[in-house]
């Protein structure tokens, strides 16, 4: 019995070695187990991927870009004063020693030139860049390190340079020739989406090099030329969703970058008078396609009578509460905040300083307004009406 049972262990061990030695044959192993094969080479193995997947982002970033939100206290920096050491000493002391933590700087400015060497394919075909910040990197981290939060400022549709190297992209005169403002100035045609996805472009560019937030100006038709005679090729729309759909684009893009995303109106735009059609600014549309809407309720800018006050520029606290109030009702349920560009500038017979840039400050944030710009072209600003830091 004890050999039968030997046999039969023996068989089973046999039968079991020439299975294994088969399987290994057949997946190319060395057969039985005590073979190798000499030298033994590790080799990869290339997997076939689908070309079309998408691995999902582990961070979404609307929701990074909201979580780090810091209420704007700022200001305007021109370009030529990005671009200037001494300038730019001084501009860094106001904001070290007083409660403003933002500058606000031309990356495209009123003429039509992007200020850096900028990645954009059109800008840089036709010569529109002119380097005015030589360190755009440098720039980014010296205002990091001073705890700036930077703010793209991106002039859209008034645009000369562009216009003149690319008439098809421009407004025209119902005579056939560009038509232009009363400075002689050019303007690009906001039906035309060439010029869109160019603003978009730099936008972009302005997104990945550090800018938190893109701040679309001159986001209009024209206003103040012969507007009568004005032609823009390939309209299809009214001149409101032209502008919306615009913002719509843009906005559609540059949230993927993580940027926040406004706009700057004129004050009529709150006011909603029939001005407002002209330029095609509507508050409600522009509000439901941007993060926040900034308009510009310089007191100098305003008729004898706007919201029953006889003199405007005079009565900065008044014309700043009655406009903000009124952009309180306007933007509420739209899913923007609004964010007042206050005058630190004087035009006219009224002289601006300390106490009528706070009197601005003040009645804005009385009607609930924590954030709010100061513009000033020649970039001086009046820290006497400024809190001090921490203040």
Same mark, same amino acid.
Request: some cysteine; proline content about 5%; aromatic content about 12%.
């Given at each position: ?16 070695i ?26 990869s ?42 300038i ?28 850096? *060497?900028? #990645?954009?394919? /059109? &800008? ?5 860049? !002119? %380097? ?20 793209a ?61 893109i ?26 969703? *032209?502008? #919306?759909?615009? /913002? &719509? ?5 540059? !949230? %993927? ?5 406004s706009?700057?109106?004129f ?125």
């Open positions: 019995m004890a050999f039968i049972a030997f046999l039969g262990i023996a068989g089973f061990a046999a039968g079991f020439l299975l294994w030695a088969l399987g290994s044959w057949i997946v190319g192993g060395p057969g039985f187990p005590w073979e190798t094969r000499d030298p033994q080479v590790a080799t193995v290339g997997l076939a991927v689908d070309s079309e997947y998408e691995i999902e982002p582990l961070i979404d970033q609307i929701v990074l870009r909201d979580m780090s939100y810091v209420p704007i206290k700022g200001v305007y920096v021109s370009s030529y004063a990005a671009g200037d050491s001494g730019m000493e001084r501009l860094l002391g106001l904001a070290n020693t007083t409660e403003i933590n933002s500058f606000v700087v031309d990356v495209k400015e009123d003429f039509g030139a992007i200020t850096y *060497a900028a #990645a954009v394919p /059109l &800008a840089n075909e036709l010569g529109l860049i !002119e %380097k005015r910040i030589k360190d755009i990197d440098g720039f980014i981290s010296t205002l990091s390190e001073n705890g700036i939060i930077p703010i400022r991106v002039v859209c549709f008034k645009d000369t340079m562009l216009a003149r190297e690319r008439p098809d992209l421009a407004v025209m005169h119902t005579d056939g020739t560009m038509w232009e403002d009363y400075n002689e100035l050019n303007y690009t045609n906001p039906y035309n989406h060439e010029v869109w996805e160019y603003l978009v472009q730099v936008a972009e560019d302005a997104a990945r090099r550090g800018f938190r937030e701040q679309f100006d001159y986001v209009r038709f024209p206003s103040d030329g012969p507007i009568s005679k004005a032609v823009y090729p390939g309209e299809y729309c009214s001149k409101a969703d *032209a502008i #919306a759909g615009f /913002l &719509a684009y843009a906005r559609a893009r540059l !949230e %993927k970058l993580g940027v926040w995303v706009a700057d109106v004050g009529i735009v709150i006011m909603d008078t029939p001005d407002a059609d002209t330029i095609g600014q509507k508050y409600d549309k522009v509000c439901q396609n941007v993060d926040i809407i900034c308009p510009m309720v310089y007191p100098s800018h305003y008729e004898s009578g706007s919201y029953g006050l006889e003199n405007p520029n005079g009565s900065p606290y008044e014309l700043v509460t009655a406009a903000m109030k009124q952009t309180a009702t306007r933007v509420a349920g739209t899913g923007a905040m609004g964010r007042p560009w206050l005058q630190d500038f004087t035009l006219g017979r009224v002289e601006y300083g300390v106490e009528r840039v706070k009197a601005q400050i003040k009645a804005a944030e009385e009607q609930g307004f924590s954030e709010w710009l100061l513009w000033n072209a020649s970039v001086k600003y009046t820290a006497g009406a400024l809190r001090k830091e921490g203040g």
